[in-house]
């Protein structure tokens, strides 16, 4: 069975840290972090490339936010630094076997964990 499992959200002050994690039971090419605020689109924080460890982010956690995986505990990681008002949101961690779109697409991931709520107030 698929899993994806989240943790690590939770509620901090403007220019504190959290660090999420993501259990999951099998390898893909690509993982990533999304998060989908209040009212808003869901939308790519930062992805993990499996076979050779390469990253990207979004603009605007550039610089702040960490993405990282151990293969031996099957975990995904999201460090956030810095972390400010407008990063709330629910994070979520997915899974994309699929090739072509943009690792910011949503519609590229096939597999995604129940998300973990991350709160930051000022």
């Known amino acids: 069975q698929v899993r994806l499992e989240e943790s690590g959200g939770g509620s901090v002050q403007a220019g504190g840290s959290l660090r999420l994690s993501c259990v999951f039971s099998?390898?893909?090419?690509?993982m990533a972090w999304f998060r989908q605020g209040q009212g808003e689109e869901r939308e790519g924080v930062a992805v993990?490339?499996?076979?050779?460890?390469?990253?990207n982010y979004a603009d605007s956690v550039k610089g702040r936010f960490t993405i990282s995986q151990d293969r031996s505990k099957k975990t995904l990681y999201l460090q956030m630094n810095d972390l400010r008002p407008d990063d709330t949101a629910i994070y979520y961690c997915?899974?994309?076997?699929?090739?072509?779109?943009?690792?910011?697409?949503?519609?590229?991931?096939?597999?995604w964990g129940q998300g973990t709520q991350v709160t930051v107030s000022t």
């Open positions: 997915a899974q994309s076997q699929q090739f072509g779109l943009h690792w910011s697409r949503p519609s590229r991931y096939n597999r």
């Open positions: 993990f490339y499996t076979n050779d460890g390469d990253t």
């Open positions: 099998e390898f893909t090419y690509i």
